[in-house]
């Protein structure tokens, strides 16, 4: 048998026949790696959350013409959101603004894409339904309220030309009929407009297709989405972008202060995992103490004895490490599930970084005690008891 | 020239003489026992012949070479190759088989050798054991494993501390008569003891008493109690 052959066998006696003590230093290191490798997933994987967690606020980017008093067309509009990578464009609803008469009362009605609206403002409640057949209307609370009107009633919704544009008489003189779908409630000024389909406003007033704003709805840090709004603005698309500063810098301050939270936990649990494992580990050397006095009297030099116990370290830190990263993916998971309603994305690097740390805290915890213990005296150890 | 010579030895632990101005000779196949009340000296003694110390003053010849003035390194080098240790607690690795803790020995030694490991376990009786575990065996079958482990590498000195000390008396004389059978076949052998029946079958006996060498008697009783 080689020395070696040997070495692996008393190494593998060591942890598979003295298993209740090594389990529970595998369980120290193995529960050290789980919460280390799951707290850097979240970590790494916040922004991410936080980022479509935040679209819940609404849109964070809008368009507009690049000159006050020119219209833009869907063309300029689709042309400038190609800017935008598909994987960050969460959603993209145009609007257009006219004024009509209902009730006799002057009234904003906005043409806007139903599906998009529900996207890039999913924080609007509505009571009743969204719009989905022709001439249905979601109608904001207060204009409810002025006009006496609730979900189910109908209303003619008549368009008003500016004084210098032309208009066919039919329009003029009818008006649409409407029904109410859904009252709006968002505590905001949408509360004060009539929101239709684009197609429905358009019967309504007539003429051409316009825009007058397009809201949009950007997955993407506080950089990139500053990048994208200067190409686009900067860009020959007779766009101008904007970002919605309130909806943006707030994202940004608390993404910055939950990944400073994250971090700081992350890096207070290391440390106390590091004690942790370094605590049972030295407990584990030091109640070999004998062992290490007995192999010293049968010769053993102190590189040797370093040697195996460093093996057995770096074996148990490995098996602990691998355990804690399988664990530790699956505890960012369930965290990720329960906290952000979304499964996480794994990171490739933290599976060996975890294991190489395992190994690294495991072998320094090991190292120290087993430095100290083969100071020890061969004949003080091996006498008495 | 002696296998081991000590010349005027003395160990300090500080201001108390441990040993004091010791002069002992062991030849090549005697069977010396070292006697004496707590507190005499004996462990240190045993220490010193061990190779796991070193006295304050004088000189330590085995084999010719002075063992008081090499390094730890050294040390730790001539107890692996020329001492053969034999404990009071049998000191056996919990987690290894008997086997495998005589094949420790060689590790440290040489190169394991399973085979080798096996006779000298046969040598002690145990031959059936190998595979056991320290917790499956009785102290009588740990204390022969440790035998086994300290003849393994053929050592110049077999050292015993008191070898038969943790034993009922059927595992005492099985031990004994290992070593009456070591001694046959020339091993030298140096047992410290409390235990006068086991100091009296060696072939010289060394009374310690405060550190200093009180008397010394030969017997042949060690050869007697073979041919017995």
């Known amino acids: 048998m080689t020395k070696r052959k040997m070495f692996i066998r008393m190494i593998t006696a060591s942890l598979t026949r003295r298993r209740s003590r090594m389990l529970v230093a595998l369980l120290a290191i193995a529960v050290g790696a789980t919460i280390l490798s799951g707290l850097v997933t979240i970590y790494y994987d916040v922004p991410r959350q936080m980022g479509a967690q935040f679209r819940n606020y609404g849109a964070n980017m809008i368009f507009t013409s690049a000159e006050s008093d020119k219209d833009f067309s869907r063309d300029n509009i689709e ?20 004024t009509v008469r209902i009730h006799e009362q002057p009234i904003v009605a906005a043409g806007m894409d139903v599906e998009g609206a529900k996207i890039t403002s999913p924080y609007w409640h509505v009571e009743g339904e969204w719009p989905s057949s022709p001439n249905e209307a979601l109608v904001g609370e207060e204009v409810a309220a002025l006009l006496g009107l609730s979900t189910g ?11 210098d544009e032309e208009t066919e008489e039919d329009v003029l003189n009818m008006g649409v009929d409407m029904t109410v779908s859904g009252i709006l409630n968002t505590g905001g000024s949408e509360e004060e407009y009539v929101y239709m389909s684009m197609e429905d406003l358009e019967s309504i007033v007539g003429g051409d297709p316009r825009f007058d704003l397009v809201e949009l709805s950007v997955s993407a840090s506080q950089e990139k989405l500053t990048s994208y709004v200067d190409t686009i603005s900067g860009g020959d698309f007779g766009v101008s972008a904007k970002l919605v500063k309130r909806v943006t810098q707030s994202e940004s301050t608390v993404l910055t202060k939950l990944q400073a939270l994250v971090f700081l936990v992350t890096a207070v649990v290391l440390i106390l995992t590091m004690i942790c494992v370094a605590t049972t580990m030295t407990a584990v050397v030091t109640e070999r103490r004998k062992e290490i006095g007995l192999r010293k ?19 148990l830190g490995g098996i602990g490490g691998i355990i804690g990263a399988v664990l530790g993916f699956l505890l960012a998971q369930f965290v990720s599930t329960r906290v952000f309603s979304s499964s996480i994305a794994f990171q490739p690097l933290i599976l060996p970084a975890t294991i190489i740390i395992s190994i690294l805290v495991t072998g320094i915890s090991c190292f120290l005690p087993v430095r100290s213990a083969i100071e020890v005296d061969p004949a003080l150890v091996l006498k008495g008891e | 020239m002696s296998l081991l010579e000590l010349k005027n030895i003395t160990k300090r632990y500080g201001n108390l003489k441990a040993l004091d101005n010791v002069n002992l000779k062991v030849e090549q196949g005697e069977w010396v026992a070292i006697m004496g009340p707590s507190g005499s000296g004996k462990s240190t003694l045993m220490n010193i012949i061990g190779c796991m110390d070193k006295p304050t003053e004088g000189e330590v010849l085995l084999d010719g070479a002075d063992i008081a003035k090499v390094s730890d390194k050294e040390l730790t080098a001539i107890r692996r190759d020329k001492i053969g240790l034999v404990f009071q607690q049998f000191h056996l690795v919990n987690y290894l088989t008997a086997l495998e803790n ?26 059936d054991r190998a595979k056991h575990l320290p917790s499956q065996l009785s102290g009588g079958e740990q204390q022969r494993v440790c035998i086994a482990r300290a003849l393994i590498n053929h050592p110049e000195i077999i050292l015993a501390d008191e070898p038969t000390g943790n034993l009922d008396e059927a595992n005492e004389n099985i031990v004994l008569d290992i070593f009456r059978q070591l001694h046959k076949e020339g091993a030298t052998l140096v047992v410290v003891t409390h235990d006068p029946e086991v100091g009296e079958i060696a072939e010289r006996l060394i009374i310690l008493e405060h550190g200093v060498i009180k008397s010394e008697t030969k017997s042949s009783a060690a050869d007697d109690a073979v041919i017995k």
Do not use: C, W
Request: proline share 4%; aromatic share 10%; glycine share 8%.
């Open chain 1, 297 to 315: 009297a049968l010769g053993a030099s102190d590189k040797s004895i370093i040697k195996e116990f460093m093996g057995e370290g770096l074996l």
């Open chain 1, 153 to 163: 009633d109908t209303f003619n919704a008549l368009y008003t030309p500016r004084e």
């Open chain 2, 102 to 127: 005589v094949m420790v020995s060689q590790y440290y030694h040489s190169i394991p050798d399973e085979e080798e490991a096996l006779m000298a376990l046969e040598r002690v009786g145990l031959k």
């Open chain 1, 79 to 98: 042309e400038a959101a190609a800017v935008i990578s598909s994987g960050d464009m969460v959603g993209m609803t145009p609007y257009r603004y006219e």
